[in-house]
C-alpha cells in the first residue's frame, strides 16, 4: 500500500502523474533542475527544463507478480 511523500529541501526529483490513452503515467520531474527526458536517437538519459512544453518521456508500472 502505499502512502503521499512530503518533499523536504533533500528532495531534487519527484514522480509526477499523467494521464496518456487512458493509463497512468509517470514522468520524473523537479521544479528546480526540469524534467528527466529519454533520446531515443542517443540511447541517453538527460535532464531538461522544458518550461511550457509538453513532457516527452513518460513511463508506467506494470505488476507481473512474483518472480
Known amino acids: 500500500m502505499g502512502t503521499e511523500c512530503e518533499p523536504t529541501a533533500a528532495t531534487l ?3 509526477g502523474r499523467q494521464d496518456n490513452k487512458g493509463r497512468t503515467t ?3 520531474v523537479s521544479e528546480e533542475y ?3 527526458q ?3 536517437s542517443k ?3 538527460y535532464v531538461e527544463f522544458l518550461g ?3 513532457i516527452d ?3 508506467s ?3 507481473r507478480g512474483a518472480v
Do not use: R
Open 13 to 15: 526529483f519527484g514522480l
Open 26 to 28: 509517470y514522468a520524473i
Open 34 to 36: 526540469g524534467v528527466v
Open 38 to 40: 529519454w533520446s531515443p
Open 43 to 45: 540511447k541517453e538519459i
Open 52 to 54: 511550457d512544453a509538453p
Open 57 to 59: 518521456t513518460t513511463f
Open 61 to 63: 508500472l506494470v505488476d
